[in-house]
Nanobody, 126 residues
Framework: QVQLVESGGGLVQAGGSSRLSCSAS????????VGWFRQIPGKERDLVAA????????YYADSVKGRFTISRDNAKNTVYLQMNSLKPEDTAVYYC???????????????????WGQGTQVTVSS
């Protein structure tokens, strides 16, 4: 497992932008697939975006496609989520998650991840 720490987020106006960072400690982060999830109180934790270990493949939920971009810098052990054109419905706690994988694949299911950060709040005001 790796230890993950999210940063960024906070209060943003609708239409604005924010960038979340997920920093990992531990060895061989480049061998981990990473996902960004978000959760609203009383709701399930849903996958927003994911990236394969090399960064060669990405996935976006329909609700954020065209507005969010996931990327990674394996030299810095960090994955980013750039969020543009934010909407009030993007308000949630955002979590990053990671899982070691031999293959360079996208992990779609919450159950596939075994390392989680503590979460960071993103609030979009209208």
């Amino acid at each position: 497992q790796v230890q993950l720490v999210e940063s960024g987020g906070g209060l943003v106006q609708a239409g604005g932008s924010s960038r979340l960072s997920c920093s990992a400690s531990g060895r061989a982060f480049s061998r981990y697939g990473v996902g960004w999830f978000r959760q609203i109180p009383g709701k399930e934790r849903d996958l927003v975006a994911a990236i394969s270990r090399s960064g060669g493949s990405t996935y976006y939920a329909d609700s954020v496609k065209g507005r969010f971009t996931i990327s990674r810098d394996n030299a810095k052990n960090t994955v980013y989520l750039q969020m543009n054109s934010l909407k009030p419905e993007d308000t949630a706690v955002y979590y990053c998650a990671a899982q070691f994988r031999v293959r360079d694949v996208i992990l779609h299911q919450r159950s596939e991840y075994d390392s989680w950060g503590q979460g960071t709040q993103v609030t979009v005001s209208s």
